[in-house]
């Protein structure tokens, strides 16, 4: 089992950049895939990112290839989201997850953090 807690988040203006994290307890981090995901007020979960346990294999939602990076530091028990050139559309509460496969739908995470809000101001 694994615990999983984020942070970052905040208001940013239109084209600024956030860097999330999300730190894990327990000392299995390492072989648990990652996935990063979003929830607009009024909108459904959606995908943003998620790596593989040993970030070999990395994927994006469409929206956000080229803006958003996702990697991870498992000597630190922590996964981060690099955020540029964000657009008030991006606003959203921001949550990770674990599973042990890599996976693009919400469904498929066993474990989730708490979440952390992302406002982008225009």
């Known amino acids: 089992q694994v615990q999983l807690v984020e942070s970052g988040g905040g208001l940013v203006q239109a084209g600024g950049s956030l860097r999330l994290s999300c730190s894990a307890s327990?000392?299995?981090?390492?072989?648990?895939?990652m996935g990063w995901f979003r929830q607009a007020p009024m909108k459904e979960r959606e995908f943003v990112a998620a790596?593989?346990?040993?970030?070999?294999?990395?994927k994006y939602a469409d929206s956000m290839k080229g803006r958003f990076t996702i990697f991870r530091d498992n000597a630190k028990n922590t996964v981060y989201l690099q955020m540029n050139s964000l657009k008030p559309e991006d606003t959203a509460v921001y949550y990770c997850?674990?599973?042990?496969?890599?996976?693009?739908?919400?469904?498929?995470?066993?474990?989730w953090g708490q979440g952390t809000q992302v406002t982008v101001s225009s």
């Open positions: 327990g000392r299995t981090f390492s072989r648990y895939a």
């Open positions: 790596i593989s346990w040993n970030s070999g294999i990395t």
């Open positions: 997850a674990a599973n042990d496969y890599l996976r693009t739908m919400s469904a498929s995470y066993d474990y």
